[in-house]
């Protein structure tokens, strides 16, 4: 166990905060050791640290998930039962799948992080989020010391959201992730820009690959790398309003970017909305709005994590008083900020 343990390398804005204390693990046996021994304050479980914002030391114990493996726990004629270490890294485990010709993961090509994150917010990108490949997990109850199972139903996979971000918020540790992948490829090409991007190297018949490259050209174009300029992705959720209230905003912006949910819902595209509030590429001081993507803030060196915040506080002011839409946070403000301001 670590103490006073800088956490700068462990978080992809490059915040330069310290752990009380910090320690890793790679199997249940070292997990429980390091929770008996640990001191009994506050737990955060860290994976690649990509969807995190630190606003100040963590007064407590950092326990970074370091559970690897990758093995095939079933078979069927259509599909392949995949289960993963939550350690692993997303993307190594993405292509792995990719390399044994398994389909459903290619639209999910370089998000950073760990598989063992991938269920708390039901990663999502290009049309496809993990609920829909999703099979079980394993996850380590903190209170007992017992691993439960959950199947898809039980993890109530939503929006950027799971039953961990909510009703069992900071009572379990996933350990690991089974996912249910396709032997015969079933593409997703219509999301966006991908079949632009296909169309564009003259390629008809796509094949796995082909989805999963044509996924990181159109992602390296608009995101920035961490290892270059700190980011956590986008900062805040696409808001969820009503058909009545939509109408409004459609009025007075008619341009406004959004996609129709249901009969009652509709996504607006909050990358629109900061963008169209004048705010891409708007700075204060060592952090700002990411110039070619607006929904991704980023830390220009030596931001401090509540400078960040407090940048995410003005635009969520801004948005709201200009076309009276609530932004939600995206990424996890450590430690957590129950307010929305
Ligand atoms: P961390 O940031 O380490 O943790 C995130 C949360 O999960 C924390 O609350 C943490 O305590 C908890 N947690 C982590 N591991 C476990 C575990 N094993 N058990 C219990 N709790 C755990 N996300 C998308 O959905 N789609 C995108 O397209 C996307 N693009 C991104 C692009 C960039 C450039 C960046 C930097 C981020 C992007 N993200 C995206 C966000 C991020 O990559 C994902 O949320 C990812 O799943 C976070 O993984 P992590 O291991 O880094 O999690
Ligand atoms: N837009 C603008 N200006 C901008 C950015 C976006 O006008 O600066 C508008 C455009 O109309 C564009 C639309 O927003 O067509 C959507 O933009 P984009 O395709 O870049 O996606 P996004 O909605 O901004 C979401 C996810 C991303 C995911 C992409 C691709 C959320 C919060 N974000 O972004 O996930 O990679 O779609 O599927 O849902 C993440 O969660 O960290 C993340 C990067």
């Known amino acids: 166990m670590e103490h006073n343990y800088s956490l700068q390398p462990f978080n992809t804005f490059g915040i330069d905060v310290k752990a009380k204390h910090f ?27 990509s969807n995190m914002l630190f606003t100040k030391d963590f007064d407590g114990l950092v326990l970074r998930n370091e559970i690897k493996g990758t093995s095939v726990v079933k078979e069927t004629d259509s599909q392949v039962f995949v289960k993963a270490g939550a350690g692993e890294v997303w993307h190594t485990f993405v292509q792995h799948c990719i390399a044994q010709n398994w389909c459903g993961l290619e639209n999910l090509s370089l998000i950073p992080g ?14 496809v989020e993990i609920k829909d490949v999703f099979h079980e997990l394993s996850a380590f109850h903190i209170e007992s010391g017992a691993i439960h199972t959950f199947n898809k139903t039980q993890c109530q996979f939503g929006y950027r959201e799971s039953v961990f971000k909510r009703a069992l918020k ?13 032997k015969n490829p079933d593409l997703k090409t219509s999301y966006g820009a991908i079949q632009q991007e296909l169309d564009a190297k003259g390629i008809q018949n796509p094949s796995i690959r082909d989805i999963s490259e044509a996924v990181i050209a159109i992602r390296q174009s608009k995101l920035p790398d961490p290892a270059v300029l700190g980011n956590a992705g986008s900062f805040f959720k696409n808001p969820v309003i009503d058909s009545s ?4 905003i459609l009025a007075n912006f008619p341009n406004v970017s959004h996609y129709v949910l249901n009969d009652n819902e509709v996504k607006l595209a909050a990358g629109w909305l900061i963008e169209n509030a004048g705010l891409k590429g708007y700075r204060q001081g060592t952090c700002g709005v990411h110039e070619k993507q607006a929904l991704v803030l980023v830390n220009y060196g030596g931001s401090k994590g509540q400078q960040i915040l407090d940048l995410s506080t003005h635009i969520i002011q801004t948005i709201q008083a200009q076309f009276g839409v609530t932004l939600e946070r995206e990424v996890n403000i450590i430690p957590s900020h129950e307010s929305i301001l």
């Not at 046996?29 to 304050?41: F, I, S, V, Y």
């Not at 598989?115 to 049309?127: E, K, L």
């Open 23 to 49: 320690a890793s693990f790679s199997n249940i046996t070292e997990l429980q050791t390091a929770l008996n021994e640990g001191p009994k304050e506050a737990l955060l479980i860290l994976g690649g640290g």
């Open 170 to 182: 900071n009572q379990y540790i996933i350990t690991d992730v089974t996912f249910a992948l396709a």
């Open 245 to 248: 209230s939509f109408k409004v």
């Open 114 to 127: 760990s598989v063992g994150a991938s269920p708390m917010q039901n990663i999502g990108a290009y049309g």
